[in-house]
């Protein structure tokens, strides 16, 4: 079975989750706050992070970059916060969360989420690699080149990225994108995929140029 490692700095919410999660067969380790959470994802195998936000010692923001660029893991992370203004979901998932859901929540949501987002990580896809003109991604290797340049992208920028190029000409609406990249009820808004293709573009710079905006429907990616 999985192994979860809540980082939550309220006890009570931690061993509320803990308890959830080991009678569902998890094996479950804990961290008060970011910085214990580093050591343990360095010397632990772990599937997924459940991670708050406001936590002493190291925030979430922090450790969602830490885990990202300093641990260069692609390892899933779900956070769970009090922080539910817009800004503060499109900031984690722009930092590299792939799912968020505000406290208080329900503990079957949140499992209902793991079970979603460690399904998404297992499957395997029918094609590992996308060769397009100047752009190559391998999928198993997290990795993006353009014209045999390395292009360093958060994990969701890769997956929308994937997609598209993936699906040459195909449009996809933002609910597709969302639902495709990060699974049914995701709760973040189509302001934040148009967010997100913008800082593509940047990065991918004359390769950006294929992302093409479809008014009124969403995006598709040409050839």
Not at 28 to 37: C, I, M, Q
Not at 99 to 117: E, G, H, Q
Not at 167 to 196: A, C, H, L, W
Request: aromatic residues 6%; contains cysteine; hydrophobic residues 40%.
């Amino acid at each position: 079975m999985s192994t979860i490692l809540v980082v939550e700095d309220d006890l009570d919410i931690r061993q509320l989750e803990r308890y959830a999660l080991s009678n569902n067969g998890y094996t479950v380790l804990e961290a008060e706050h970011g910085s214990k959470a580093l050591e343990l994802l360095s010397s632990h195998e772990v599937d997924l992070v459940i991670l708050d936000i406001m936590m002493p010692v190291m925030d979430g923001l922090t450790t969602i970059k830490a885990i990202r660029y300093s641990l260069e893991s692609q390892v899933p992370i779900i956070v769970v916060s009090a922080k539910s203004e817009e800004s503060d979901i499109i900031t984690a998932l722009e930092l590299g969360a792939d799912d968020y859901l505000t406290k208080p929540f329900s503990m079957n949501v949140l499992k209902s989420k793991i079970r979603a987002v460690l399904r998404r990580f297992t499957e395997k896809p029918t094609s590992s690699q996308v060769h397009q003109a100047g752009l190559f991604m391998n999928l198993n290797k997290h990795q993006c080149l353009i014209d045999d340049e390395q292009v360093e992208l958060t994990a969701t920028e890769f997956a929308l990225l994937y997609l598209l190029a993936s699906n040459p000409e195909q449009v996809f609406t933002r609910n597709q994108m969302i639902t495709r990249v990060k699974g049914n009820d995701y709760p973040v808004t189509d302001r934040s995929i148009d967010v997100q293709i913008a800082t593509l573009r940047k990065k991918l710079g004359s390769i950006g140029t294929r992302i093409k905006t479809v008014w009124g429907i969403g995006y598709t990616y040409k050839e």
